[in-house]
């Protein structure tokens, strides 16, 4: 693959057309950013504009993720590297962009595919994007979660075939599970595996659903915090916020929200056994990482009604999901392909944000988002 | 359409064995009760504990529409009729019934099926279930706002039919419209279209996605209500609670909920000219009636972008919506077969307000939910 020229992008080469001989060659002493993908016309003249002044820019300019042959050939010289979750920044990496290299801000929450401890050893500052990304997440927890309930899956399905027709108005046809309390559900319990900033976002926005009730999980190393628990829930108007453990959860939700962290330490904590704890009339959430719930076992508990239905922004093995899949073949499964983040407004907020920790970085200011790397410092 | 004799409803046969020689004859002085669909395990028992005291029952017990010539054939001599929005309530019906009617009964909010004035003139009773469906409403019209935002029936689509693995992540792959407040737009209106208890439930649920600002319409012959407004704006923390002309609310929303009873005066209330007028970035939910939809012009402005997407649980022409409708051909266009009010929960609740209505109204007693007919009097 090619490296290709700035000016290639069609879209911002007005702004470069000045600087391209500069930045054709690397004989200049301004510090170098190689970016893994156009981050779009909102976003990029961030960079461009400085282009003209202090920085020289390095631009992957094709519609699909950076070629890491590509990558490895152009990042020699760079003080900072804005990357993508589909680039993966290890110590080989590394060593192709040199000694002189100062941060990697990559355009995600999750770094997953950063080798954090590589970046600690080298004294390389971690960008990322937490918090902006937040209201866009909590927003699709809660549509999954009505979506799960109501059978939007099915009943859109019905409508899409043109199958409507062959249905009859019934006391009870196409009926589901109501989210909001009800005379014959007035207490109202959201359970959270994990309870970070989206998920206490998605709490707020349960409480006008009349949500009595809130249970959550932890991290067994993190300490329990009851004085914010009850500060929650006085701002909350919620009745309790409880600490509990994972079988409690299980059985006492009405929803189920996975909004944790991926990993090992949390690999498969939605088991055969969790789900079977469940109330049958509940529905699971999964709006975090598809390695948290076991596909196989959701597939058996959907299939066999243990629950009442799921909505799953992310699975296990995405985006390798096919129509075969034990999940895609349920009905009750409504299945969005991890757009939890995906609003315009959101995504070029997280470039902005990935474009000024790299110049902040540079240009030794504070980074708006670092992450805190001396936990994996093996010093 | 034979009559067929109560007990042939399986769920139901063991209560009513004692009272079945009773039932089959019509010589008794007990009221009768003719409902037009069996309401269910939990629902019937209501009526038919009643049949072995004070009460005669007959129930069309197959698993469809209430057969019209069955139900002409069989209404004589009833006091109450219990009917569902299939059956068309109208003097050729009550004439069959006889004078000893004395209200009809409907398991729905609206009552377009039923013939009103002849109600009036006859001194029948109507009762019908408003209230109890609103929470359930209310989560559908959220549902719906988020779904239309966030491409849900797009994406949904390309993962069940496999094709997730053909979409390599991107930073604005998928992206929609955020529904809550963001640092680009801090400011977000909720307009609607109707501002009863549906809406106003409706309301309550987007404050916490950040909704600052509440536009709505009404009829207008109703009296503008300011200081309710302004108690509402007080309670929800919104900045104002204001009633306008369409023109304004097409303009200055960005989310228009279509939440206003149909019939007439409010046929195609959002048509072309109010379509252009919207935001190009808005979205359009109908969780009311689809006669306020004009679903040609709609399918034109989802085509040419004059809006970002719509969310619809109502289609004018209903059910009878094939798979080459122009709105089912429009892939930002979520549809949903009518389930506002299709959750267990609520549908059991209006099937046993449906009740209650019947047995209030033949025993003299306060109906927990009947219309005022006096409108409808003519003279």
């Known amino acids: 693959m090619p490296s290709t020229p700035l000016n290639r992008l069609s879209h911002i080469s007005s702004h470069i ?16 950013v190689v970016v893994t993908r156009d981050l779009g016309p909102e976003v990029m003249p961030l960079l461009l504009n400085r282009a003209e002044k202090d920085i020289d820019i390095l631009v992957w300019n094709q ?41 990697v801000s990559t355009m995600s929450v999750g770094y997953e595919h950063v080798n954090v401890y590589e970046l600690a050893r080298r004294n390389i500052k971690l960008g990322y994007t937490p918090d902006v990304l937040t209201d ?8 999954l979660a009505l979506m799960a309930g109501r059978n939007a899956r099915e009943t859109m399905t019905i409508v899409n075939n043109g199958q409507w027709p062959e249905y009859n108005w019934a006391p009870f046809l196409f009926c589901g599970r109501q989210l909001s309390a009800s005379r014959s559900s007035p207490i109202r319990v959201a359970g959270f595996i994990g309870f970070g900033r989206i998920a206490q976002a998605t709490l707020a926005r349960l409480v006008p659903f009349g949500f009595t009730d809130c249970l959550y999980t932890s991290n067994p190393s993190s300490k329990p915090n009851p004085s914010r628990d009850s500060q929650i829930a006085t701002d909350q ?42 109330k049958k009339t509940a529905v699971l959430v999964n ?55 995906a609003t315009i407004e959101t995504r070029l ?30 010093q």
């Open 136 to 143: 866009a997440v909590a927003d699709i927890s809660i549509m």
């Open 17 to 32: 057309a000045s600087t391209s001989s500069d930045m054709a060659n690397n004989g200049t002493s301004r510090p170098k």
């Open 287 to 341: 709006a975090s990482r598809g390695s948290l719930v076991d596909s196989d076992a959701l597939a058996k508990a959907l299939r066999e009604g243990w629950i009442w239905g799921a909505g799953l922004d992310v699975v296990k093995g995405e985006p390798g999901i096919a129509a075969d899949h034990p999940l895609v073949k349920e009905p009750r499964c409504a299945i969005l392909p991890h757009i939890g983040s």
């Open 63 to 103: 519609d699909r993720a950076c070629d890491r042959t590509w990558l490895l050939e152009n990042v020699a010289g760079a003080s900072a590297l804005i990357v993508l979750v589909t680039d993966k920044v290890d110590a080989e990496l590394l060593n192709a962009a040199g000694p002189q290299l100062r941060v």
């Open 237 to 278: 108007r919620l009745r309790s916020v409880r600490r509990v453990d994972l079988q409690t959860l299980a059985e006492q939700s009405d929803v189920v929200f996975v909004l944790a962290p991926g990993g090992d330490e949390t690999a498969n904590l939605v088991n055969e056994g969790f789900l079977k704890s469940m």
């Open 349 to 378: 907020e997280m470039a902005t944000l990935a474009v000024n920790n790299a110049l902040a970085a540079i240009f030794d200011k504070d980074m708006p988002a670092s992450l805190d790397l001396s936990a994996y410092s093996k």
